[in-house]
Structure formats: C-alpha cells, structure tokens
C-alpha cells in the first residue's frame, strides 16, 4: 500500500506533463528477429495512457546474464551492451533507465542457467548465463517529464522472451493517466489464437448440451 501511494503521488507530479489524456491500453505484438535462438518466441508489450506502475512481474521467460556470473541483472537495454543477440533472447525494459523515477523497490530477475534441451544454444551459450528465470516484482515506477509525454501517446514497455509452447502472464499494477487510478494487469502471452479460442468456446457449448439433456 505504501509504494502505491509513492506512486500516485508521482503520478500526480507528473502527469501534468502531458497534454494527452488517453485512457490507459496494453497490447503485445510478436516480434521476428534472426538473432533469436530456435527453440524461443519473443513478444513487445505496447501501452498507451499510462505513465506509472508498480509491481511488473513474469515467471518463466528467458534471460541471459551478460557480466559472466556477476550478480548484475540485464534490466535495461544498456545492461546488454548493444549485442544484438543479447539483446534478441532477453527480457528486460525496453527504456533506458534514466527515463523514469523508482518511488519504491528496485528490479531484479534471476536465471538459473537452465536452458531445456529444446532451445538451440548454438547462438547464445558464448553469452555465458542464460535460462529460464524471473523478472520485476515490488517496484513502483513513473516517467520522467519527457518520457512521460511519449509514454501517454505511445510507449514499447518491454520485451519478453518465452519458450516455445509456453504460456507467461505479465502481472502487476498500471496507473491510467486519464482517472489516476489502479488498473490491475494480468495479460496472458502469448495471447490464445481465435481459432483455440473458437474449439474452447464450442466445447463449452457442447458440455451445455449435455447438461442441458441431463
């Protein structure tokens, strides 16, 4: 409760920053890159309308540790140092870490080392560290001035990196700039086909039939 109301109240200091009162959307777009081990899918989480959140959380995405076993975790793009296949097989923020002011917590992420046998580490076991782990949780964040004007209109939060046949749900707290208040997130990626949503929606029907006949 505590970080909320840091939170809100960076909101409120810089929400006026921005013009644009949106109201706050998420979305997610696969993203295709040649660097990116076979075995993996990596995905960009959009949002609009927001300038601040708290307690950003993901189990089960892939990492890399690019400072060879050090306890520095690859948060931002800068902790990769522009390599590109780094940068291609990890989750992390896609903003530098001087766009934004931390009102409680710091990021963290573990990784294990464990990469399962179905991702080709031919690309990235040079890179060292590298598996399935963790990342964010108990963090509250807002833009800073500019950055928070861009976020309004438009902002690549981060990207995620999952493995293949996986499901991840990106979890935690957004502040929508139009009301000043909480909106809790919980987005599924990647995000079920409409074909699978289709055979889920008509075995729900067909187990109502059969209910129905009972």
Same mark, same amino acid.
């Given at each position: ?6 939170? /809100? ?11 644009? +009162? ?13 660097? =990116?081990?076979? $075995? ?5 989480? @959009? ?6 959140? #708290? ?6 995405? @892939? ?28 989750? @992390?923020?896609? +903003? ?10 710091? +990021? ?14 031919? *690309?990235?076991?040079? /890179?060292?560290? %590298?598996?399935?782990?963790?990342? $964010? $949780? $108990? ?12 976020? =309004?209109?438009?902002?690549? =939060?981060? #990207?995620?990196?999952? #493995?293949?046949?996986?499901?991840? +749900? *990106? ?6 700039? %139009?009301?000043?208040? !909480?909106?809790?997130?919980? =987005? #599924?990626? !990647? ?15 067909? /187990? *109502? ?6």
């Amino acid at each position: 409760m505590k970080s909320l109301k840091i939170i /809100l109240a960076l909101v409120l200091v810089l929400g006026m920053t921005g013009t644009s +009162f949106a109201t706050f959307t998420i979305g997610l777009t696969e993203t295709f890159d040649a660097n =990116l081990a076979a $075995g993996l899918r990596s995905f960009t989480i @959009h949002t609009t309308g927001a300038v601040a959140f #708290q307690d950003l959380a993901l189990s089960g995405v @892939h990492q890399l540790n690019m400072d060879f076993g050090t306890i520095t975790p690859s948060i931002y793009p800068a902790d990769l140092f522009g390599n590109p296949i780094s940068l291609a097989n990890d989750t @992390h923020l896609l +903003f530098p870490s001087t766009d934004i002011l931390i009102g409680a917590g710091a +990021f963290t992420e573990t990784n294990i080392n464990n990469n399962p046998a179905s991702i080709n580490m031919a *690309l990235i076991a040079p /890179l060292n560290e %590298a598996g399935i782990g963790t990342f $964010g $949780g $108990g963090t509250a964040f807002a833009f800073k001035a500019e950055a928070a004007t861009a976020a =309004l209109a438009g902002l690549d =939060l981060m #990207q995620i990196v999952i #493995q293949t046949g996986s499901t991840v +749900f *990106l979890t935690g707290i957004a502040i929508d700039n %139009a009301t000043e208040t !909480p909106v809790a997130l919980n =987005l #599924q990626i !990647p995000v079920p086909e409409p074909s699978t949503i289709l055979m889920l929606l008509a075995g729900s029907l067909c /187990l *109502l039939a059969v209910r129905s006949r009972k």
